[in-house]
């Protein structure tokens, strides 16, 4: 009626139920129990020792799960701690590098004879045709058109449009700018303009004007809308031509045109000043 198998297994219940009921009754011990409780132990103590050898491995494992979960949230914590040191890190950084530009432009505003306007570059043009920047100071401020612009390296251009609270600036570097300018060395004249890849022309400077390269290129003060001795930059370039009354000469200017992030903007020079 039964398979082998079924019987093997009933069988196996059953002497597994009565080795646990042999091993758990409080007698004494005697010739025939410890003889049953022998082979009971004989039988069962591999799956005995078995059996403890898996729960402990569990408990182990179950250890080690909440051990590594601990840990992960440690680790968590620490990756969020460092994220937080790097960031303060970087906002010092960026502090003392700001700190020091306001340093140099308060140096520049303190040396200038002339009132002057502090601003925040907020915008550049994008287009290819024309270099100006936007700052955030305009006729609020007393900000108005043809004023000059200066950084501590130099010359940066003048206001061509000035709303309420904000000014278009023209650059140094644009082709439609002009500085009427002089070699400081040999007082060799001429006008500074806008070129390529940011460098400026010095125009009409005379062929027979003495003029090498690593001369400074400051401003005459003589155009009425840049002040006397502003720097404008370093002559990078020169081209005698065998005729003609002038001679072809590159400047490359001391601003970095593409870093600039606070200007002063000159309010009160006017021609009389020069």
Not at 18 to 32: G, K, N, Y
Not at 48 to 63: D, E, N, Y
Not at 78 to 96: D, G, M, V
Not at 208 to 220: A, L, N, T
Request: a positive charge; proline letters at 3%; charged letters at 25%.
């Amino acid at each position: 009626m039964f398979s082998k198998k079924t019987l093997t297994i009933v069988g196996l219940i059953a002497l597994i139920a009565a080795s646990i009921m042999v091993l758990s009754l409080p007698v004494r011990p005697t010739d025939a129990t410890r003889h049953t409780g022998g082979i009971a132990m004989a039988v069962f103590g591999p799956f005995q020792k078995a059996l403890t050898g898996s729960a402990r491995f569990v408990q182990s494992i179950w250890s080690h799960y909440f051990s590594l979960v601990a840990t992960a949230r440690e680790n968590e914590k620490l990756r969020e701690a460092l994220s937080r040191a790097l960031e303060e890190k970087n906002q010092y950084q960026e502090a003392a590098l700001s700190n020091e530009r306001l340093r140099q432009l308060l140096e520049l505003k303190t040396s200038l004879s002339h009132q002057t306007v502090a601003a925040e570059v907020i915008g550049k043009d994008p287009s290819p045709w024309f270099k100006t920047i936007i700052i955030d100071k305009g006729s609020n401020e007393g900000v108005a058109v043809a004023m000059p612009v200066v950084v501590p390296e130099g010359i940066v251009g003048h206001v061509v449009e000035s709303g309420g609270s904000y000014a278009k600036v023209l650059l140094l570097a644009d082709q439609n700018s002009a500085v009427d300018a002089i070699v400081q060395r040999t007082r060799a004249r001429g006008v500074v303009k806008g070129g390529l890849s940011g460098k400026c022309a010095f125009d009409y400077v005379l062929r027979k004007d003495e003029i090498r390269v690593g001369d400074v290129v400051i401003s005459s003060g003589v155009d009425g809308l840049f002040p006397k001795g502003l720097l404008a930059g370093e002559v990078s370039e020169i081209v005698k031509r065998n005729a003609g009354i002038f001679q072809d000469v590159t400047i490359t200017p001391y601003v970095d045109f593409e870093k600039i992030e606070e200007v002063l903007i000159i309010v009160n020079y006017s021609r009389k000043d020069k």
